[in-house]
């Protein structure tokens, strides 16, 4: 597992407990080189920022009971990729993101100032 330090430099935070998030499920954020997604970004998800990744074949909406995933709805947070989340961005449609919680290796997809700009 990569250190946990978010992209401020300081430990990484919590992202959420309910539901569990995480590449490992820990609820944080934290990853390693088997995480081929990069699910690094400590995301409040919106409608918008849901519909988005669904379209782009992420659909984080409907329950997968099977690989213990509930479905998520706009408020939950959740580590989401970080090339969805700048893409997301990109297109104007970004959630608001956590920074204290969101890993620094997102910073090798995303951009600071963005992140910056959507911070909660």
Avoid: Y
């Amino acid at each position: 597992m990569h250190d946990s330090i978010n992209v401020k430099g300081t430990e990484l935070q919590n992202c959420s407990n309910e539901p569990l998030t995480g590449w490992f499920r820990d609820g944080c954020c934290n990853t390693d080189s088997r995480d081929r997604g990069s699910h690094t970004v400590c995301a409040i998800l919106t409608e918008d920022f849901l519909k988005f990744a669904q379209s782009q074949g992420n659909d984080l909406i409907t329950p997968a009971p099977q690989f213990g995933f509930p479905g998520l709805k706009e408020g939950d947070r959740w580590c989401v990729c970080a090339g969805t989340w700048q893409d997301a961005a990109e297109a104007g449609v970004a959630c608001p993101v956590v920074l204290e919680a969101t890993h620094e290796e997102s910073l090798a997809v995303c951009d600071i100032e963005m992140l910056k700009r959507h911070a909660a």
